[in-house]
């Protein structure tokens, strides 16, 4: 059995992530992981779960977010849903 890095649950269905940066983590649930790894959205403050938005290397949850944070403006674009034409 492992135990999880984030709770300390010792877990016989516990599973290990490799990052690119060669760290390796031990964890018991998704949750677990998401609350280690995820990176937080700098405007609202909320897990980026999906894609989420990169502009100059600052992490956003959504193009709103983005679009919010001062200096960006409007050079983002949020095309999800969109008509293509």
Known sequence: MATCDVC????????????VSGD?????????AIQRLAPRCEHCDCRILGHGVEVEGRFFCCAHC???AES???QIKDTVGAHPG
Do not use: I, K
């Open 8 to 19: 300390g649950n010792d877990y016989w269905m516990a599973f290990e992530v490799r990052t």
């Open 66 to 68: 983005a679009r919010s």
């Open 24 to 32: 390796v983590h031990t964890f018991d649930s998704f949750e677990c």
């Open 72 to 74: 960006l403006g409007m």
